[in-house]
């Protein structure tokens, strides 16, 4: 508790420029990745973050110290060049894009290795603590790093939020943003631009490898709780920050541990459980959902079986065994047991001796089930022109789906009809 205290009093100036830096790296990368990602081209932000190592390998033999400032700079040119490269590639040769990204990222990544090992054996001795741009190292920022960072993230703001209906437009429909007149190949470089920014803004703390995480991996978790494009922006920051936040406490209470493997460690933590457990789009929910549905079609098919039944004896409210109504229709006989269970306890069917009846709601219920699948199998026949021995497979799945808006559209369409494709009576409710 006492270092939690300590940690969130940003007493220690360390402690403030790390946990500063890594707000505005992270919460900047995510913003920007947001859009990345719906543009489908996270593979970008890696050959980007590869690539930076000798453009900060050049900024330091130019000028023989490790001057933060030429580095992101020189990390900015090299950055644009692969991705200039790529695009170079794809369009002048028969090479697909990610293979394109591959060679790019490879030769980008290799010399730079080549350049920094030349530097470590130049005897140069500010050369030190330079291998810490591949995997980042936050507890060496300085208050002149802020200023710098601080100015980059400022800058991503201003661009994303002037260029951000443009830029939401190209992601979705870049036919229709060409014919509204966008200029989208200029849209397309500024971008490209922001995520090289994105990218240096990041490598001091990150580093260069685990930087593409950064930019992808929050951005990625937030496009499962949201459809809208703003929301999913500012979740992205959000996790971004707190991936930030808790990599700067993980490295302050354990100074062992790197702050920028476990920013991305944390993000992929939020990510994951964004994937299992976010509302709707997560697969624990679609799992339920769908089971759920299943339960709903099994017991709603049941309540038809009942009705045929009622249909052909002539009455409706007679008592069915598992024996009589598994010759109505194929069904697991465990399953429809389950079911049954399900209807008597939802006050749909009442039990006696291991036979089961209809009750009034259960009765109504089914009648409608039988009504929509009917009223559909009219509708197909008569504006699909689909024959009637071709529409019952379809009505099967539809009559588990159709609201009362649309049950009171088809009457309309179909002028209340009494009568189905098969000359059986349409129930009424």
């Given at each position: 508790?006492?270092?939690?205290?300590?940690?969130f009093?940003f007493?220690d100036p360390?402690?403030?420029?790390?946990?500063?830096?890594?707000v505005?790296l992270?919460?900047?990368?995510?913003?920007?990745?947001?859009?990345?990602?719906?543009?489908?081209?996270?593979?970008?932000?890696?050959?980007?973050?590869?690539?930076?190592?000798?453009?900060?390998?050049?900024?330091f033999?130019?000028?023989?110290?490790?001057?933060?400032?030429?580095?992101l700079?020189?990390?900015?040119?090299?950055?644009w060049?692969?991705?200039?490269?790529?695009?170079?590639?794809?369009?002048?040769?028969?090479?697909?894009?990610?293979?394109?990204?591959g060679?790019?990222?490879?030769?980008?990544?290799?010399a730079?290795?080549?350049?920094?090992?030349?530097?470590?054996?130049?005897?140069?001795?500010?050369?030190?603590?330079?291998?810490?741009?591949?995997?980042?190292?936050?507890?060496?920022?300085?208050?002149?790093?802020?200023?710098?960072?601080?100015?980059?993230?400022?800058?991503?703001?201003?661009?994303?939020?002037?260029?951000?209906?443009?830029f939401?437009?190209?992601?979705f429909?870049?036919?229709?943003?060409e014919?509204?007149?966008?200029p989208?190949?200029?849209?397309?470089?500024?971008?490209?631009?922001?995520?090289?920014?994105?990218?240096?803004?990041?490598?001091t703390a990150?580093?260069?490898v685990?930087?593409?995480?950064?930019?992808?991996?929050?951005?990625?978790?937030?496009?499962?709780?949201t459809?809208?494009?703003?929301?999913?922006v500012?979740?992205?920051?959000?996790?971004?920050t707190?991936a930030?936040?808790?990599?700067?406490?993980?490295?302050?209470?354990?100074?062992?541990?790197?702050?920028?493997?476990?920013?991305?460690?944390?993000?992929?933590i939020?990510?994951?459980?964004?994937?299992?457990?976010?509302p709707?789009?997560?697969?624990i929910?679609k799992?339920?959902?769908?089971?759920?549905?299943?339960?709903?079609?099994?017991?709603?098919n049941?309540?038809?079986?009942?009705?045929?039944?009622?249909?052909?004896?002539?009455?409706?409210?007679?008592?069915?065994?598992?024996?009589?109504?598994?010759?109505?229709r194929?069904?697991?006989e465990?399953?429809?047991?389950t079911t049954?269970?399900?209807?008597?306890?939802?006050?749909?069917?009442?039990?006696?001796d291991h036979?089961?009846?209809?009750?009034?709601?259960?009765?109504?219920?089914?009648?409608?089930?039988?009504?929509l699948?009917?009223?559909w199998?009219?509708?197909?026949?008569?504006?699909?022109?689909?024959?009637a021995?071709h529409?019952?497979?379809?009505?099967?799945?539809?009559?588990?789906?159709?609201?009362?808006?649309?049950?009171?559209?088809?009457?309309?369409?179909?002028?209340?009809?009494k009568?189905?494709?098969?000359?059986?009576?349409?129930p009424?409710?």
């Amino acid at each position: 508790m006492q270092h939690l205290i300590d940690f969130f009093s940003f007493a220690d100036p360390n402690v403030r420029y790390v946990v500063i830096g890594n707000v505005l790296l992270s919460a900047s990368a995510a913003m920007v990745g947001a859009f990345i990602l719906l543009q489908k081209k996270a593979l970008v932000g890696d050959a980007v973050s590869h690539a930076v190592l000798p453009g900060i390998c050049a900024a330091f033999l130019f000028s023989g110290s490790k001057n933060t400032g030429l580095m992101l700079v020189g990390a900015f040119i090299t950055g644009w060049l692969a991705l200039v490269a790529i695009d170079y590639i794809v369009a002048k040769s028969k090479i697909k894009k990610d293979a394109a990204i591959g060679l790019v990222l490879s030769v980008f990544f290799g010399a730079g290795m080549v350049m920094l090992t030349y530097i470590q054996q130049s005897g140069n001795a500010a050369q030190s603590g330079l291998d810490h741009f591949i995997f980042g190292k936050a507890a060496t920022l300085i208050g002149t790093d802020l200023i710098i960072f601080s100015i980059l993230a400022a800058t991503l703001l201003l661009a994303v939020g002037m260029f951000f209906k443009a830029f939401t437009l190209v992601a979705f429909d870049r036919s229709y943003a060409e014919a509204l007149g966008y200029p989208v190949r200029k849209l397309d470089l500024l971008l490209t631009s922001l995520t090289v920014l994105a990218v240096v803004t990041g490598i001091t703390a990150v580093g260069v490898v685990l930087m593409a995480a950064m930019l992808v991996t929050p951005a990625a978790a937030a496009r499962y709780w949201t459809d809208n494009i703003r929301r999913m922006v500012t979740i992205a920051v959000a996790f971004g920050t707190f991936a930030g936040l808790a990599g700067a406490y993980i490295s302050y209470t354990a100074p062992a541990m790197p702050t920028g493997p476990w920013m991305v460690v944390v993000s992929s933590i939020i990510a994951f459980f964004s994937f299992f457990f976010a509302p709707q789009k997560g697969i624990i929910p679609k799992l339920y959902t769908q089971r759920k549905n299943q339960r709903i079609i099994a017991e709603e098919n049941t309540l038809k079986m009942f009705y045929h039944l009622g249909e052909q004896n002539g009455h409706f409210n007679g008592w069915r065994d598992v024996t009589e109504l598994t010759r109505t229709r194929e069904v697991n006989e465990t399953l429809l047991k389950t079911t049954l269970r399900r209807l008597v306890a939802s006050h749909l069917l009442t039990v006696r001796d291991h036979q089961w009846a209809l009750t009034d709601a259960g009765y109504r219920k089914a009648a409608r089930v039988v009504r929509l699948h009917r009223l559909w199998e009219l509708y197909l026949t008569k504006y699909m022109a689909i024959a009637a021995d071709h529409v019952h497979d379809d009505a099967e799945t539809i009559e588990h789906i159709l609201t009362p808006e649309l049950e009171r559209e088809l009457e309309h369409q179909l002028g209340y009809p009494k009568k189905d494709p098969h000359n059986t009576v349409i129930p009424k409710i």
